[in-house]
Nanobody
Framework: VQLQASGGGLVQAGGSLRLSCAAS????????MAWFRQPPGKERDFVSFRSWRGTPYYSDSVKGRFTISRDNAKNTVYLQMNSLKPEDTAVYYC???????????????????WGQGTQVTVSS
């Protein structure tokens, strides 16, 4: 299974970006798909999660500004990021797993598959 992330870039504070991540190869449904991010010199943190048909979840730092969505037919997850702030600067990674929803959705160790990361830089 391969995850291909795209959509990162440089944007001014207050701007918007939309990330995409498509899963290909393998068999079976990616029930769990999520986004994480890793700022320079820091650990990888949870951003957002959405299961096959479930409720979206967000970290407190992005709630109300980011929206996660899925196209299940395409095994693709999106992250619409609005009102971006300089502190949103990070490498964003998509993650996927065939496990149905669990309470561990924010734990990176839960995910078997990871994208290559896409850089998001927000200037002040």
């Amino acid at each position: 299974v391969q995850l291909q992330a795209s959509g990162g870039g440089l944007v001014q504070a207050g701007g918007s970006l939309r990330l995409s991540c498509a899963a290909s190869g393998g068999r079976g449904t990616m029930h769990s798909m999520a986004w994480f991010r890793q700022p320079p010199g820091k650990e990888r943190d949870f951003v957002s999660f959405r299961s096959w048909r479930g409720t979206p979840y967000y970290s407190d730092s992005v709630k109300g500004r980011f929206t996660i969505s899925r196209d299940n037919a395409k095994n693709t997850v999106y992250l619409q990021m609005n009102s971006l702030k300089p502190e949103d600067t990070a490498v964003y990674y998509c993650a996927a797993d065939r496990t149905p929803f669990t309470s561990s959705y924010s734990d990176p160790k839960m995910y078997d598959y990871w994208g290559q990361g896409t850089q998001v830089t927000v200037s002040s």
